[in-house]
């Protein structure tokens, strides 16, 4: 099937993780794919899941939603920065300070991507955003940051989704993975380039963070 997204894209390498997780786990039937739309709607045509494209930002009362009515399924909320951080900033706190039992994977690449490349809350020019301070301040079940980039944060990504994903099943909870992405198209550089800056000045300033309780 024709990939659309493009190269060098994070949601692919993030997609690739959390399907081996689910093969691993034994869950891929029990699964429900809540879904933004912007760039994640291009995951769609090849995620086979059971699932639903949300409204910008929306993605997580939606899944409250799916999981309320369906309390055996494992309901994934899938997204990336801006409608995390940007339009669906609220609904994101508030399910941390309700304690909904929710599972969030947010792909930040700092950027509206689908429509030009605009900043968000999380671009390098904004670094003073701290998520995790806000929603640690809310005795959150589960929250982790990792990078794609290389070989071995792509591993430590792999093993903060497993740790996100069992406190879900387990505990249930307010459980979220943060994943900061490259995005080559709209920062117009090569896929090297966008490792090496993530590497380094987004890792510097954003930090690498766990908090598992």
Same mark, same amino acid.
């Given at each position: ?6 190269? $060098?894209?994070?949601? #692919?390498?993030a997609?690739?993780?959390i ?12 699964v ?11 995951? !769609?045509?090849?995620v ?7 409204p910008?930002? #929306? ?20 997204? $990336?920065d801006?409608? !995390? ?10 399910a !941390? ?5 929710v599972?969030?994977?947010?792909? =930040?690449n700092?950027?509206? !991507? ?8 999380? =671009? ?13 301040s809310?005795?959150? =079940?589960?929250?982790? #940051?990792?990078?794609l980039?290389? #070989? ?10 497993r ?9 249930? $909870? ?6 900061i ?17 993530? =590497? ?8 690498v ?5």
């Amino acid at each position: 099937m024709y990939d659309l997204l493009c190269n $060098g894209c994070g949601h #692919r390498t993030a997609m690739g993780i959390i399907d081996k997780i689910f093969e691993d786990m034994k869950i891929k039937n029990d699964v429900i794919f809540a879904h933004d739309v912007a760039c994640c709607s291009l995951l !769609a045509d090849y995620v086979y899941y059971d699932g639903i494209m949300c409204p910008h930002g #929306r993605v997580i009362p939606v899944s409250i939603g799916i999981k309320t009515a369906n309390h055996k399924n494992f309901v994934l909320s899938y997204m $990336g920065d801006g409608a !995390a951080y940007e339009i669906g900033f609220n609904e994101l706190i508030h399910a !941390a300070s309700r304690k909904n039992d929710v599972c969030v994977v947010v792909i =930040n690449n700092g950027i509206l !991507a689908m429509t030009g490349g605009q900043k968000t809350a999380t =671009n390098l020019q904004n670094s003073n955003f701290k998520i995790e301070d806000i929603l640690k301040s809310f005795d959150v =079940n589960f929250i982790a #940051r990792a990078i794609l980039t290389d #070989r071995e944060n792509i591993d430590i990504a792999e093993k903060y989704l497993r740790e996100a994903f069992n406190s879900y099943i387990e505990r249930g $909870g307010f459980n979220m993975v943060e994943l900061i992405s490259p995005c080559p198209t709209n920062y117009r550089k090569s896929i090297a380039e966008c490792v090496d800056i993530i =590497n380094s000045v987004v890792k510097e300033r954003y930090n690498v963070f766990m908090e598992c309780r």
